[in-house]
Nanobody
Framework: QVELVESGGGLVEAGGSLRVSCAAPGGTFSSNGMGWFRQAPGKEREFVAFINNRGSSTYYADSVKGRFTISRDNTKHTVYLQMNNLKPEDTAVYYC?????????????????WGQGTQVTVSS
């Protein structure tokens, strides 16, 4: 069992920056690839970014590429999502998840554990 706790969400103006964090205080954090997803009201959960277990490989959704950066610190059991040049359409609840197995990191069903989510709101 892996417990994931997100933090760092909030309200920011368009063009601003925000960093959300996901802590995994127990379990084998460094063994898992980690992903960030988001879900806006009335929409399906959407893949945002992925980082492998060593932090040596990352992958992004086209909608955030060049604006968002995923990183991790295995000594702190924490994964981060730095979000720059935020847009109103980035408004959503952001979730981190621990990757299990499967071919596509964009598929939420390939993740075994999820955090409770943190709200990010971007005003225009």
């Amino acid at each position: 069992q892996v417990e994931l706790v997100e933090s760092g969400g909030g309200l920011v103006e368009a063009g601003g920056s925000l960093r959300v964090s996901c802590a995994a205080p127990g379990g084998t954090f460094s063994s898992n690839g980690m992903g960030w997803f988001r879900q806006a009201p009335g929409k399906e959960r959407e893949f945002v970014a992925f980082i492998n277990n060593r932090g040596s490989s990352t992958y992004y959704a086209d909608s955030v590429k060049g604006r968002f950066t995923i990183s991790r610190d295995n000594t702190k059991h924490t994964v981060y999502l730095q979000m720059n040049n935020l847009k109103p359409e980035d408004t959503a609840v952001y979730y981190c998840a621990a990757y299990g197995e499967g071919l596509r990191v964009e598929n939420p069903t390939n993740y075994d554990y999820w955090g409770q989510g943190t709200q990010v709101t971007v005003s225009s």
